[in-house]
């Protein structure tokens, strides 16, 4: 369906009071048809503007772009008719303008921050909901699941495809969506137009720092969704077991923001009081502002049982009674990609997938599969090409000090050298250490090494079903290569 709206309708205002009917938006001038308005965003290499004469050509009938974008394409704009908009800040001007453009929201939607759990929390979110009967999705970085389908090619997409998802999703009868909130899209403004009830921080450690540069701007990326986009009358959930988190608990409460409490620590509104682990899953015992409960999770690893209990306070503050919610985590499933069992050798012993890819979520990981593990721990370790240098001799390390095993492999080299960021992370793995640059082959070997009561962790690459080398992204997926590897030692289909 065609619509028209004016700059007015936008919220918008041009340079010279200038107007113009709107026919659709984009931040992509091969894009642009008749009457778009053409967003022009500073970039990391190339400013926008240098693509303002491409869009007009193609019939733009405004553009949005900041002081500097201005300057660039000033020469074809001052000869076109197109509208002007210069705003401070183009990225939160086009994330609001995206938000009244597209127009609908399922009418609850929660969002999660933090370097890891953002996937399961949201993911959990949905499956929580869904065992309440209520249609819910998450987006992030495995696309949109649940009640409704849909590919994203970012965790968190940039403002036109992210309101254009949440749009089609209200239009597809969806009520309650769970969001990802990665800190490059907060950072850039994507979520701000987003209509919250609740937000969750899980943790903060190293990450992105090829991005943010310091752990101060990265940290501050993260606290926007609860300083900027999280409303006033919003609710933050707070994982208080992370001292960063818990600094943003006097912060949210000054801003008039209900805070939920999440963790271990005396006094959590939702307090995990007590893990007991098998083969198969775990058994929690918590408190719910001071009522104990007790459930069981099919779920392996320890940190679950806290991005779970994230999960119920967000679904808690979205609205839900606590007892149904509590009622429904027995149901929850794994994540795809997420300390998933991919496969299981005639002798019993297991292999898991999880998309660790930072120094701590590698650490968790590991300590998290341990208890659940009767024998040796195997892990298998690599690092992304293109991406923080400075965490892979400590992903090596992470490995090294947690499992009896390591096997340093390739992730995703994109245009790196692989074998050189494999020594980087070996430094860290230390000399006993097995290098087995082909990734295929390093999870045969790592399968082959299982014994009875042994498990294997292949860690980094989780839900993804490619491997980036150079410009070519390769078909490689973890879970299908395990399955693989168990059919053809065992001698079983997999």
């Known amino acids: 369906m065609s619509q028209k709206k004016t700059l007015a309708d936008l919220g918008l205002s041009a340079r010279g009071g200038a107007d113009a009917?709107?026919?659709?938006?984009?931040?992509?001038s091969r894009e642009v048809q008749e009457g778009y308005l053409f967003a022009a965003l500073p970039g990391a290499r190339v400013h926008g503007a240098e693509f303002i004469q491409y869009a007009l050509r193609m019939g733009a009938g405004a553009?949005?772009?900041?002081?500097?974008g201005a300057r660039i394409a000033a020469d074809v704009l001052d000869a076109s008719h197109a509208a002007l908009i210069v705003a401070e800040d183009p990225r939160q001007v086009l994330a609001y303008t995206a938000a009244l453009w597209f127009g609908g929201q399922p009418e609850i939607v929660v969002a999660v921050t933090g370097t890891n759990g953002k996937t399961s929390v949201s993911t959990f979110c949905r499956q929580i909901w869904m065992a309440l009967d209520l249609p819910a999705v998450n987006l992030g970085t495995?696309?949109?699941?649940?009640?409704?389908?849909?590919?994203?090619?970012?965790?968190?997409?940039?403002?036109?495809?992210?309101?254009?998802?949440?749009?089609?999703?209200?239009?597809?009868?969806?009520?309650?969506?769970?969001?990802?909130?990665?800190?490059?899209?907060l950072a850039q403004r994507r979520l701000d137009g987003v209509h919250l009830q609740a937000a969750g921080f899980t943790n903060f450690t190293q990450d992105h720092l090829d991005y943010h540069h310091t752990f101060e701007a990265y940290f501050e990326a993260k606290a926007g969704l609860f300083l900027r986009v999280l409303p006033e009358d919003g609710t933050a959930v707070l994982n208080m077991d992370d001292p960063k988190v818990a600094d943003l608990e006097p912060v949210c409460a000054a801003r008039g923001q209900s805070v939920l409490t999440v963790g271990k620590r005396q006094g959590c509104d939702l307090r995990l009081m007590a893990q007991r682990f098998d083969a198969t899953g775990q058994d929690l015992r918590f408190e719910w502002l001071g009522q104990a409960h007790q459930t069981r999770l099919k779920l392996i690893g320890g940190f679950q049982a806290a991005n779970v209990l994230l999960a119920a306070g967000l679904v808690i503050a979205a609205g839900e009674a606590p007892a149904r919610v509590f009622e429904a985590l027995s149901e929850l499933g794994t994540v795809r990609g997420?300390?998933?069992?991919?496969?299981?050798?005639?002798?019993?012993?297991?292999?898991?997938?999880?998309?660790?890819?930072?120094?701590?979520?590698?650490?968790?990981?590991?300590?998290?599969?341990?208890p659940h593990v009767m024998g040796r721990l195997i892990a298998i370790v690599g690092a992304g090409g293109d991406r923080d240098t400075a965490k892979r001799p400590l992903m090596g390390q992470a490995a090294r000090e947690n499992a009896d095993i390591v096997i340093v492999t390739d992730d995703n080299p994109r245009s790196e050298d692989p074998a050189t960021i494999r020594a980087a992370v070996l430094q860290g793995a230390?000399?006993?250490?097995?290098?087995?640059?082909?990734?295929?082959?390093?999870?045969?070997?790592?399968?082959?090494?299982?014994?009875?009561?042994?498990?294997?962790?292949?860690?980094?690459?989780?839900?993804?079903?490619?491997?980036?080398?150079?410009?070519?992204?390769?078909p490689f997926d973890d879970v299908e290569q395990a399955s693989v590897a168990v059919s053809a030692l065992d001698g079983v289909n997999p």
Not at 340 to 363: E, I, M, S, W
Not at 436 to 449: C, F, K, Q, S, T
């Open 21 to 28: 009917e709107i026919t659709g938006i984009t931040v992509d």
């Open 142 to 185: 495995t696309g949109v699941e649940g009640a409704w389908e849909a590919p994203l090619a970012h965790t968190t997409p940039e403002p036109v495809t992210l309101h254009r998802t949440l749009a089609a999703a209200a239009e597809n009868s969806i009520t309650h969506a769970a969001m990802e909130a990665s800190s490059h899209g």
């Open 63 to 68: 553009v949005l772009t900041d002081a500097e």
């Open 338 to 370: 997420r300390m998933q069992l991919a496969a299981t050798r005639a002798n019993g012993a297991a292999a898991f997938v999880d998309y660790a890819h930072t120094p701590d979520a590698v650490k968790t990981a590991l300590s998290a599969l341990r």
């Open 430 to 474: 230390g000399p006993e250490a097995l290098e087995v640059g082909d990734r295929a082959e390093a999870i045969l070997r790592g399968v082959d090494m299982l014994e009875p009561g042994d498990a294997l962790l292949i860690c980094g690459k989780g839900h993804e079903s490619g491997q980036v080398v150079g410009d070519t992204t390769y």
